[in-house]
């Protein structure tokens, strides 16, 4: 479904700081998009030929390895879009690109975001300072597991998942969050009882429902605010 040259408010927190002008000129080639749970945007060393604006879906960007299972790299939400290489001049994934909740997103076909940077300075300034905000998280990501232990680091995840969902119930498989967490299944199951042992989620049948948000924030390690902070200080 196209979209109108008229609708500023996209539900894409990067799409939504554009100037009017270069939004206007974007907007006949932005398409909303239906993403399903566990359904692949591309795989490891494909081609990227649309970038993705997601609004209410959440994409996970999945480091694949030869002999083990995948690990997330990288969370992308409502704040950013999914395509970082193509701005870059790589257009071949450097991950597997999978939707982590279902929902929608804005795809732009990749050579018409190439297009959009190159006349519009505005798109440009805010590729640029996305992909700063990007580097940071992804340090604070590395730092964070090495050194945080794993329930802090389940929460900095379920606030980070709270966000994009917009509601307390979102659907979580131990699959996904042993891939977001880099742990196996069964930590998975001992981390999610621990934190429903303390009444701060609910769990169950492939749901999470958040009891009680304050709780998250106070047993998160200080990673969540960090990246939450920054993002805010350069996306301005």
């Known amino acids: 479904m196209p979209l109108s040259t008229k609708l500023r408010d996209t539900g894409n927190q990067l799409l939504d700081r554009l100037p009017h002008d270069e939004f206007d000129r974007l907007a006949p080639n932005l398409q909303t998009v239906g993403l399903a749970l566990k359904q692949v945007l591309y795989q490891n060393d494909a081609e990227i030929t649309h970038i993705h604006f997601p609004t209410t879906g959440l994409i996970s960007l999945m480091t694949v390895l030869e002999e083990d299972d995948p690990v997330e790299a ?12 193509v701005p870059l001049g790589v257009t071949a994934s450097p991950h597997r690109a999978i939707c982590q909740m279902n929902g929608e997103s804005i795809r732009l076909p990749s050579r018409s975001f190439l297009e959009a940077m190159d006349r519009g300075p505005g798109l440009t300034r805010l590729v640029r300072r996305y992909t700063a905000s990007t580097l940071r998280a992804t340090g604070q990501g590395i730092a964070c597991n090495a050194l945080h232990p794993i329930e802090a680091r389940a929460c900095r995840w379920l606030l980070m998942l709270h966000d994009q969902a917009g509601r307390d119930e979102f659907p979580m498989t131990h699959e996904f969050l042993s891939y977001m967490l880099g742990v196996r299944r069964q930590s998975v199951t001992v981390v999610a009882g621990t934190l429903q042992v303390a009444g701060l989620i609910d769990y169950h049948r492939g749901f999470i429902t958040v009891r009680n948000r304050t709780g998250l924030e106070d047993a998160s390690c200080e990673c969540y605010a960090t990246v939450r902070d920054y993002y805010q200080k350069v996306m301005v």
């Open 74 to 85: 990288a969370t992308v939400g409502k704040e950013g879009f999914v395509g970082l290489t």
